[in-house]
């Protein structure tokens, strides 16, 4: 048992503990979750330093049988795609835990133990190197989220929660296919392995094969994103969830279909990916100008966030499909930066709904007057969003539009637009909302933040300004397992699509 | 054959649950009118304690495995396995029953009596090894219960209940028995194995053989309640008392699929590429229908017969894989299916009250808050139903269309996946009624779970993790013994 066989207990224990704890101790529930999330973001912390460079293998491995036939295995490690991605989640559960504290009074114990097992599946995820694995977790996280949708909700939770559960269902419905058929023709769900096969040649798929697997995992997975037209759900799923199911939902399970289609979708179907790479990027850019234009036009403020998180993620998408180091390392490092910057986002706009009951943005006005520091926070929240420099997400957008551009440029300076577009919401959603006059319910119940906001919001800031100004903290990792991926989706590749040669013709960055 | 009539112990041994079955459902006939004002409850007792010795009795038949009685049974693994499916069906059906007899002052000692010999009747069509013996366990399974349909006399869904049940099953059995008497024509024997080698033999005139399988299609497509022939179900189920359906639903099913298998997996397994076809439309129209059928009840008994027949529909999908691993996905499936729809029948004997008055889907109301471990309980079958992980029914479905993919019926696989994920959409209803609306008047009013029916819901529950998270040696068992004689 090592320390990720550990990291993926805890939260379970706790999830346990805290259903058989009884109802009335709400304190003592809400205690004992947070303890156990902050335990886990200690372990998850080891991970980071336990962690070696320069090995091309998933590290912290534990394989061992769950079910012997047909043979599948509970096979868990890490490698610096997944690393991060694992400390984000522990990071921000215990702020999820945090800032639900107060608002959350209705089903306490239930509340809290959910989250726990959001946790848990969420990191399964990440750390699943069995496909049936994988998808156990993929569908053990839909379950806490469809309960915190739709119980702890808003006026239209119900139909949100439905509406999320059932996209995703039919999502890994496909993806469930696909899998099953990967097994039968390679006698194991052990990814390794699979891929072992596939690029020694021992498994041949024909090339309609290959498209119709590959299509199978994307769309489960682009549901998840969500790429453009598969967002519907998550306007309102955002929407109506209570702050800490926004924070989870927005930062880490969004990345989960980026994940996915990182780790598996590129390796796995390196042809089918190159050869469907120019609609999926296409795709992509639409998300991110119509994300950013819907953005601006919404008068809710969690609404206008949600719509970014589309533009931003189309950003993620189109590292993804660019083929390039550059715009794979920019896209694994947008998926850590939106978690923090939007989750950020997501959880001052849940201060001000506690405190105003009203996501409208005609509902207020003049905060910056009543609540300095709440102002200053949601600043420079805003700026991290917008890709200032020095800030998280310019990292990010930058490496993802330099890789584009090594490989189209034309698609770069359509995916620009979004860079711009994002300041325009941002920004006049900040004037809206903090300047002007004002406002009656503003100036009686918009209080400036308290001890327990201070502490789940400061070590977002923080990370924002670590991750913007210190990234090979984290991007020498994340780099060195792009390599590999990249290298992998080379394999065995005609390489049908032309992707044209650096600097060929174009005005290049380098 | 050697011409020995005078059967072994060995085959009293092989026949022991039918036995015990059937003469402790002739005890408690005989007791109930002695016992039946003072000790009503003793006959609930009694008939668990004869359905745990049938079991033993299942298991100890197992060690001694082979033909008996002039090779008319058998007993392998695929019989014992679903000998002891039905058995444990009862042992639920009876615990789920002890509140609602009481309940709806109805007389208990017949009933338990009609349940053992629905049961008997059950093992005799699993362990059949003979086109008449199988015919006559399924009339001992159906006859028994036809009467427990319309078991409340006085309620007049009870005996519309009971008639259509009665018609309609009558109905198809004439089907089967005219697949069976061509087949008997043709060949000149019942037995299965027989019956097999004649096919085999050439000569043999298929197109007569093709409509046989065809009638015998028909005959248990009723059985199975699958569509085209799923009509009588909804109403059948949702006008029978809840223990009843839940019985109904899951136990002559079961033994109906298991017959199903052993028929068309040895006497017509030379001409399944005939048959595939059938199965596959067959599959699909019972999926597709029961799914889209049950989106818009609102009556939770109603629902859970649409869904049974979309989940006929899975299990017909195994079928058509043709395969051993086929036959195993269907085992298990059973099992699984079997599990989460007792328990949630439980909960609807729960929550109906008498007279079976609160059955629509927004009485659940609320549950969660007024009986959070009912709602519990519900909600980990009503996960299984939508094939969640670490249920059962999720292994289930994953393992029947792993048989599917296996025997490259793709598209079929896509469709009943895509299908299962329609289903989440009514399924789901149950969770939003019970964990994201306020309590209603019902569950408001509701008295806590009674020892019988917390049995009922506890046992199923533990069954469906325990398929989910470690199906190992379930499945083992149903792969060991799914290659019937071939």
Known sequence: MNILDLLLAIPAIGFFVGLIMPRAQEQAIRLLTLVFSLIAFIVSLGLAIGFQTGQTTQQFVTNVVWIQNPEIHYHVGIDGLSLWLIILTTFLTPIAILISWKSIQKQAKEFFAFLLLLEFGLIGVFAAWDLFLFFVFWEIVLVPMYFLIGIWGHDRRIYAAVKFFLYTMAGSALMLVAIIFLYTQSGTFDYATILDQLASGRIALSHIQETLLFLAFFIAFAIKVPLFPLHTWLPDAHVEAPTAGSLMLASVMLKMGTYGLVRFCLPLFPTAARENAPWIIVLAIIGIVYGALVAMVQPNMKKLVAYSSVSHLGFVVLGIFSFTQMGLDGAVYQMLNHGISTGALFILVGFMYERRHSLAIADYGGVATVAPWLSTIFLITTLASIGLPTLNNFVGEFLVLQGVAQANFTWTVFAALGVILSACYMLWLYQRVFFGAVGEGVEHHVLDLNLREWVSIVPLIVMMVWMGIYTQTFLAHVSETNAQILNQSKMNVPLRVAIPPVGGGHLNAR | ?486
Request: with cysteine.
């Open chain 2, 1 to 486: 054959m050697p011409a020995n009539f005078a059967p072994s112990a060995d085959d009293y041994l092989r026949f022991l649950p039918e036995i015990i079955l059937t003469v402790a459902g002739t005890a408690l006939m005989v007791l109930d009118p002695l016992f039946a004002k003072r000790l009503p409850k003793m006959f609930g007792t009694l008939a668990i304690g004869a359905f745990i010795a049938a079991m033993v009795a299942a298991c100890a038949a197992n060690a001694v495995p082979g033909a008996s009685f002039s090779n008319l049974l058998i007993v392998d693994g695929f019989a014992t396995y679903f000998r002891v499916l039905v058995i444990g069906i009862g042992i639920l059906a009876t615990l789920s029953s002890y509140e609602y007899l009481d309940r709806e002052k109805a007389e208990t000692g017949e009933y338990h009596a009609l349940l053992l010999f629905s049961v008997a009747g059950q093992c005799i069509m699993v362990s059949a090894n003979d086109l008449i013996m199988i015919f006559i366990g399924l009339e001992i399974s159906s006859i028994s219960s036809y009467v427990l349909a319309g078991y409340l006399r006085d309620d007049k869904r009870n005996n519309e209940a009971a008639l259509k049940y009665f018609l309609l099953g009558s109905f198809a059995t004439g089907f089967l028995l005219y697949g069976m008497a061509i087949i008997y024509g043709i060949t000149g024997t019942t037995k299965l194995d027989e019956v097999r080698l004649a096919l085999n033999t050439p000569g043999v005139s298929m197109g007569m053989v093709a409509v046989a399988a065809g009638l015998m299609i028909v005959g248990l497509g009723f059985k199975v309640s699958g569509a085209p022939f799923q009509m009588w179900a909804p109403d059948v189920y949702q006008g029978a008392p809840a223990p009843v359906s839940a019985f109904m639903a899951t136990a002559p099913k079961a033994a109906a699929f298991a017959i199903f298998v052993r028929i068309f997996m040895t006497c017509f397994e030379r001409i399944s590429n005939s048959w595939e076809p059938l199965i596959w439309i067959f599959a699909l129209l019972s999926m597709t229908i029961g799914n889209f059928a049950a989106l818009t009840q609102t009556n939770l008994k109603r629902m859970l017969a649409y869904s049974s027949i979309a989940n006929a529909g899975y299990i017909l999908v195994a079928l058509a894989a043709r395969s051993e691993l086929g036959t195993s996905a269907i085992m298990f499936y059973l099992a699984a299916y079997a599990l989460m729809n007792i328990g949630a029948f439980a909960v609807i004997i729960h929550i109906s009250g008498k007279g079976e008055r609160h059955l629509q889907i927004d009485d659940l109301a609320g549950l969660s808050q007024k009986q959070p471990l009912t709602a519990a309980l519900l909600t980990v079958f009503v996960l299984s139903f939508i094939g969640v992980p670490l249920t059962g029914g999720f292994f289930g479905k994953f393992y029947i269309f792993r048989a599917a993919l296996d025997s490259n019926l793709v598209w079929l696989a896509v469709l009943g996946l895509l299908n299962s994920a329609v289903a989440a959409y009514y399924y789901l209803r149950l969770l939003v009624v019970m964990y994201m609306h306020e309590p209603g008047e019902v569950t408001q009013e509701l008295h806590p779970l009674t020892p019988g029916l917390m049995a009922a819901l506890v046992l199923p529950a533990i069954g469906t993790f325990a398929l989910g998270i470690l199906p190992e040696a379930v499945l083992n068992f149903a792969r060991n013994s799914s290659m019937l004689g071939r």
